[in-house]
């Protein structure tokens, strides 16, 4: 925080391929997003100006340990692994686990397909899907992606049957790719908070991002964003 308040600035990490968080859009590489918006307002409310950081869930650890941004603000799923190497404020949003596959497979019709011998599971590396399927698949086998290789290029070549994600990301296909079909889980599956994450051992410097995370709840700034975004239905509202 002190390192803040003396440069006047706050750099950000963000992943700018999150649909519907920090998302650079291709055509103008303008970022658009619900952590995008709530940033700037972050930034407004500590009166510092504010310099995005490209990351990704591969490299957060490194990006923040490492001093390479002050704050990863792109709807980081706080699970137990990232947990010990890292600091969360309360959540703001919290999401399961959905499917994508395509809307002519014949090997999933439903998520009781998806663990099934001889299905390929796909996971974007890093995300908290890879921990998660690794120990929930039984029979499926699952396929790690990571750059440059895309979890949509693998489904649609069909060299995987079906990947998973997190609702933010399922809006992107149901929205841009009328060859995507999402699958629900039935009940829920695993459902995983997301906050905002720094390095260990700055307790101030937590304690003002979570000063902002109540802010925006009370004031109605994270619903406005999140009803901007399409993603009101994942708001933790306490």
């Known amino acids: 925080m002190d390192r803040v308040k003396a440069s006047g600035l706050v750099r950000v990490c963000i992943w700018p ?8 859009n291709p055509r103008n590489q303008q970022l658009v997003g619900i952590d995008i918006d709530l940033s700037a307002a972050f930034a407004k409310d500590f009166g510092v100006k504010l310099e995005y950081v490209d990351s990704s869930f591969v490299s957060l650890k490194d990006d923040l340990t490492k001093d390479r941004c002050d704050v990863a603000m792109f709807a980081v799923g706080v699970t137990p692994q990232r947990q010990q190497a890292l600091k969360f404020t309360q959540p703001y949003m919290q999401s399961d686990i959905y499917g994508v596959t395509t809307r002519n497979s014949r090997v999933i019709k439903d998520w009781g397909d998806i663990d099934k011998h001889g299905v390929q599971v796909a996971v974007q590396a890093g995300t908290f899907m890879e921990p998660v399927m690794a120990a929930e698949l039984k029979q499926a ?3 790690v992606i990571r750059p440059p290789l895309t979890r949509e290029q693998e489904l649609e070549s069909g060299r995987v049957d079906v990947f998973m994600t997190d609702y933010p990301y399922s ?36 304690q003002q991002l979570d000063s902002f995370v109540i802010r925006i709840k009370r004031d109605g700034r994270l619903n406005a964003a999140a009803n901007k975004h399409g993603l009101t239905e994942i708001v933790v509202k306490r």
């Open 17 to 24: 391929d999150y649909y519907g968080i920090s998302l650079r």
């Open 141 to 143: 086998r699952l396929v």
């Open 171 to 206: 809006r992107r296909l149901l929205e841009n790719a009328d060859w995507a079909r999402l699958v629900t889980p039935p009940k829920p599956f695993h459902v995983i908070p997301y906050a905002y994450a720094i390095k260990p051992d700055d307790d101030a410097w937590l």
